[in-house]
């Protein structure tokens, strides 16, 4: 294991949300259902989940007409945000990576495709906490929130993440707890790739000060 960061003072660490820091293909699937329900759309919800990173509404419209667009992803958030927050769960060595971080002096910086309000509720109600939470940006448009908030890398399940790393110039860190392999990491970028984030302490030297 690479230990990215020995000595580096006061970690700033860039996190994905959604199958990095938390579970949301329960919570996911029971707003598709909602919006299948509500507005008699066929959505394949186990193909839709399959693909988590990409914007919602960017997915939604590949199975709902331009005309109920915005009633769906309407009914989605809604959904999501209301009852699916039940559903949601925080991913192993989330809580500990989190704390790693601020134990450290470092900030955690969680820049999502899910939209800011969103991110912060499902962190809540995952008792996680992170420093800073941008939100509506996917791939290599997360690399402007990451040098903005000078990010020494940046965490995540997707090869989008590791685009918006590299975009960024700082390194992409893969964590399996998503859809895609650690080949599917690496040729995206990643500098590293661990099977979860009970593994995140490791890119670490030394003992916390």
């Known amino acids: 294991m690479i230990a990215l960061f020995a000595g580096q003072p006061a970690p700033r660490i860039g996190f994905d949300l959604d199958l990095t820091l938390i579970d949301t293909r329960e919570a996911t699937a029971f707003a ?3 919006v299948n329900a509500s507005l008699g759309t066929a959505i394949d919800v186990d193909e839709f989940v399959r693909r988590l990173g990409p914007p919602i509404r960017a997915e939604l419209s590949r199975w709902v007409a331009d005309e109920l667009l915005d009633q769906a992803a309407d009914q989605f958030r809604s959904a999501f945000v209301g009852p699916g927050l039940q559903f949601l769960e925080p991913l192993p060595g989330a809580a500990a990576a989190l704390a790693e971080v601020s134990a450290r002096g470092g900030k955690s910086i969680v820049i ?3 939209r800011q309000h969103i991110a ?3 962190l809540l109600a995952c008792g996680l906490s992170a420093d800073v939470v941008v939100g509506g940006m996917t791939g290599t ?3 402007p929130a990451m040098r903005q908030n000078a990010a020494g890398c940046y965490v995540g399940d997707h090869p989008l993440d590791m ?4 975009a960024a110039g700082v390194p992409g860190i893969g964590v399996l707890t998503g859809s895609h392999s650690e080949k599917d990491l690496h040729d995206a970028g ?3 790739v661990l099977a979860s984030l009970l593994d995140f302490r490791h890119l670490f030297e030394g003992p916390v000060a």
């Open 32 to 34: 598709l259902e909602s």
């Open 112 to 114: 999502t495709s899910r």
């Open 120 to 122: 912060e509720v499902a």
């Open 141 to 143: 448009e997360k690399a």
């Open 163 to 166: 685009a918006g790393a590299a």
């Open 190 to 192: 990643a500098a590293v």
